[in-house]
């Protein structure tokens, strides 16, 4: 079955750096990469997911870059911001799997002001 | 749009009585609803997919009789776990996809509920 890994576990950056959090997939057939915010006691948040049939997405101070050769994705944070410090965790999913994620690991992201 | 709500946020049980979880999708009609459950410091862990007026499906090593799930209507479904014992402390999460025209498989999530058996 589909296995997602997440790198790094823990990432600590200064407040107006960027902050880069990576994933990998196993199953070239996963076409759906959403990545989440969760906040401490609270449900994770979509903030941004991407589609197999395009490669990059921005949403303001996000994006997220897709290879589908190497089957890895990637969430960039720009210009980071304390209330960014959360755990971040990616997903993928196959079409045919009635939306059913398989997520990866998470990150927690530490913004220091 | 795309709210979920969960109902209680937080419940503190006595072992062995059963609890009830409900997860509401407010603005949209929900086909399918899954519920996880998250241990502190770790991944969410798929316990069921849910489709309205059918069978829940559950993951493997998930006990269905032991964690029961109704799917009502297309805005409500339900977690119950029975005969609940320290171990099954935990935090539930529930997740909607919005069904009807342009149907996409992105699931939005609830709030969590933060159950704990004494």
């Known amino acids: 079955g589909e296995n997602v890994e997440q790198h790094p576990s823990t990432l600590s950056v200064q407040e107006g750096d960027s902050a880069v959090i990576k994933c990998t997939y196993s199953?070239?057939?996963?076409?759906?990469f959403p990545w989440y915010k969760q906040e401490l006691g609270k449900g994770p948040q979509l903030i941004i997911d991407?589609?197999?049939?395009?490669g990059e997405k921005k949403d303001q101070r996000i994006a997220v870059t897709l290879n589908k050769t190497a089957k890895h994705f990637s969430l960039h944070i720009t210009e980071t911001q304390p209330e960014d410090s959360a755990v971040y965790f990616c997903?993928?999913?196959?079409?045919?799997?009635?939306?059913?994620?398989?997520f990866g690991q998470g990150t927690e992201l530490s913004v220091k002001p | 749009g795309a709210v979920v709500s969960q109902h209680p946020s937080r419940v503190i049980c006595k072992s062995g009585t059963s609890v009830k979880i409900e997860c509401r999708s407010l603005?949209?009609?929900?086909?399918?609803m899954f519920w996880y459950r998250q241990f502190p410091k770790q991944s969410l862990m798929l316990m069921a997919t849910?489709?309205?007026?059918?069978?829940?499906?559950?993951e493997q090593g998930v006990e269905k009789d032991k964690f029961l799930i109704n799917h009502a209507s297309l805005t409500l479904s339900t977690l119950t776990v029975t005969s609940a014992h320290p171990e099954d402390s935990s935090f539930y999460i529930c997740?909607?996809?919005?069904?009807?025209?342009?149907?996409?498989?992105?699931?939005?999530f609830g709030p969590g509920t933060r159950l704990t058996v004494l």
């Open positions: 849910s489709n309205e007026g059918s069978k829940a499906t559950y």
């Open positions: 603005d949209f009609q929900a086909t399918t």
């Open positions: 991407i589609r197999s049939n395009v």
């Open positions: 997903a993928a999913s196959k079409g045919n799997q009635g939306g059913k994620l398989i």
């Open positions: 997740s909607a996809i919005r069904g009807g025209p342009g149907v996409t498989d992105t699931q939005y």
């Open positions: 199953d070239s057939a996963s076409n759906y």
